[in-house]
């Protein structure tokens, strides 16, 4: 059984943290769906929104009611419909309405990572480093 208060835990070797953000590290795509999970139910029960910015078909409404997500408090954004991903992510950080901020690989490069002031941020962020896809199975039709 997974538990969402094994997220944190820097021994658990899938994730490595440093005071607000979080390297999620995936082997494949079940890991990446499962830990995804994880995350949103970990950030559902704090206060504030989470921002999830990732492809499209990333999840869908039936995974979120199955894990019992709020989805009320969650925010999903294509990067594709992003004008400025920098603004966008700066203000989530910053405005203190996010509890949390996702990001898919590919999305953030490590000099855009550097650049975020989270040492002045109560948001958290999570980036998932491996370049997996969702299975197939949790694709949107």
Not at 20 to 34: A, C, W
Not at 94 to 107: D, L, Q, S
Not at 133 to 141: K, V
Request: charged share 20%.
């Amino acid at each position: 059984m997974l538990h969402t208060s094994t997220i944190l835990s820097t021994r658990s070797g899938s994730q490595h943290s440093n005071a607000s953000f979080n390297i999620v590290n995936t082997r494949d795509e079940s890991t990446t769906s499962l830990e995804l999970m994880k995350i949103l139910g970990f950030c559902n029960s704090k206060a504030g929104w989470t921002l999830l910015i990732a492809p499209d078909h990333t999840i869908r409404k039936s995974m979120l009611d199955h894990c019992d997500i709020d989805i009320n408090k969650l925010l999903v954004l294509k990067l594709k419909d992003l004008i400025d991903l920098e603004h966008t992510l700066d203000c989530a950080l910053n405005n203190g309405n996010f509890a949390a901020v996702i990001t898919w690989p590919g999305i953030l490069s490590a000099q855009q990572i550097q650049q975020r002031s989270l040492s002045h941020s109560d948001t958290t962020l999570f980036c998932f480093k491996e370049a997996c896809s969702m299975p197939a199975s949790e694709f949107a039709h």
